[in-house]
Structure formats: structure tokens, C-alpha cells
């Protein structure tokens, strides 16, 4: 089993820029990819970035291309999501997921979630 919890919420002006964190426990994380999904308010949950098992492969929503960057730290069983260039629309609550293979983009195809944290940004 793994365990997320995600720190580095918080608020924002536009074009500012924003590093969340993802703490995971448990054995086996190594083996899992990641991802990080937001869900805004009155929205459903979507797919943000997700990064394979060793790193070496990446996917993004198109919306965040050129401004988040989504990486992770085995050793330190840490993934990250860089957030620059923010927009209004960024806002929403973050949560990282981990399942076994990255590329998926549904909720439904991860197994372990953090509990989320709020990133607003401001116009």
C-alpha cells in the first residue's frame, strides 16, 4: 500500500508561480507511477502530469504544457509539480495519485490518493 500526502497549497497572484509536494510512504512506491489531478469547484476531478515509475517519461494536459513540470525523488519518495505562468484558472484542489502505469489520464485508473491541497490564484 502507499500513503500520499501533499504539501505546498496555497494562494497566488496570475503569472506567479507555485511547487507542490507529494510525500509517499510505503515500500513499493518505487514501482508506481504518478500523477496529480485537480478538481475545481462544481467541476470533476482531471488529469494534470503524470511521470512513470523511474522518471523517465512525463505526460501533461495540454492547459499546463510549458508551465508545470512534474517530477519525483524515489530516494526520497517525494514527487513534485512545479507550477510557473499560473492562471485563474489553475485554481482548484490538487492531489496526487499513484498507480501502476503513467499515461492514464482517469481517476478511476490509479489506486492510492492523497487527500488534496488548495492552490488559488488571484487575476
Known amino acids: 500500500q502507499v500513503l500520499l500526502v501533499e504539501s505546498g497549497g496555497g494562494s497566488v497572484q496570475a503569472g506567479g508561480s507555485l511547487n507542490l509536494s507529494c510525500a509517499a510512504s510505503?515500500?513499493?512506491?518505487?514501482?508506481?507511477?504518478a500523477g496529480w489531478f485537480r478538481q475545481a469547484t462544481g467541476k470533476e476531478r482531471e488529469f494534470v502530469a503524470s511521470?512513470?515509475?523511474?522518471?523517465?517519461?512525463?505526460y501533461y494536459e495540454d492547459s499546463v504544457k510549458g508551465r508545470f513540470t512534474i517530477s519525483r525523488d524515489n530516494n526520497k519518495k517525494l514527487v513534485y509539480l512545479q507550477m510557473s505562468k499560473m492562471k485563474p484558472e489553475d485554481t482548484a484542489v490538487y492531489y496526487c495519485?499513484?498507480?501502476?502505469?503513467?499515461?492514464?489520464?482517469?481517476?478511476?485508473?490509479?489506486?492510492?490518493w492523497g487527500q488534496g491541497t488548495q492552490v488559488t490564484v488571484s487575476s
Open positions: 511521470i512513470r515509475f523511474d522518471g523517465a517519461r512525463t
Open positions: 495519485a499513484s498507480g501502476p502505469a503513467a499515461g492514464r489520464r482517469a481517476p478511476n485508473e490509479y489506486e492510492y
Open positions: 510505503g515500500r513499493t512506491f518505487y514501482n508506481y507511477a
